[in-house]
């Protein structure tokens, strides 16, 4: 069963910035990863994904500041958050699937593996 574990998240003010890390213990070099954010009350949504080939797909209210990326020796996968807004805040969550090409953004259930999860709140 893989295992995947974040870190990064914490408070910052609008208009700065966050990386996020995600550890994995399966061996991600082959397959689909994302981020996704759960802000309360919301469903999770995804952020960003990027396929087994590092290409990467954001979704409209990040692109252009944040970029998603992965260290295959490493087993690891990233995102930074640049010029964070209040709405950008919520829990991430770092995902993988199965498979190695995503075929662009995709939902939850799509994801089998899951991180616990890391905080970002956003002052204005």
């Known amino acids: 069963q893989g295992q995947l574990v974040e870190s990064g998240g914490g408070s910052v003010q609008a208009g700065g910035s966050l990386k996020l890390t995600c550890v994995a213990s399966?061996?991600?070099?082959?397959?689909?990863m994302a981020w996704f954010r759960q802000a309360p009350g919301l469903e999770r949504e995804i952020i960003a994904d990027i396929d087994a080939d590092g290409t990467g797909t954001y979704g409209d209210a990040v692109k252009g500041r944040f970029t998603i990326s992965r260290d295959f020796a490493k087993n690891t996968e990233y995102l930074f958050m640049d010029k964070l807004k209040p709405d950008d805040a919520g829990v991430y969550y770092c995902?993988?699937?199965?498979?190695?090409?995503?075929?662009?953004?995709?939902?939850?259930?799509?994801?089998?593996?899951w991180g616990q999860g890391t905080q970002v709140t956003v002052s204005s």
């Open positions: 995902a993988a699937m199965n498979r190695r090409w995503c075929y662009g953004l995709r939902p939850a259930a799509d994801f089998t593996y």
């Open positions: 399966l061996d991600t070099g082959a397959v689909c």
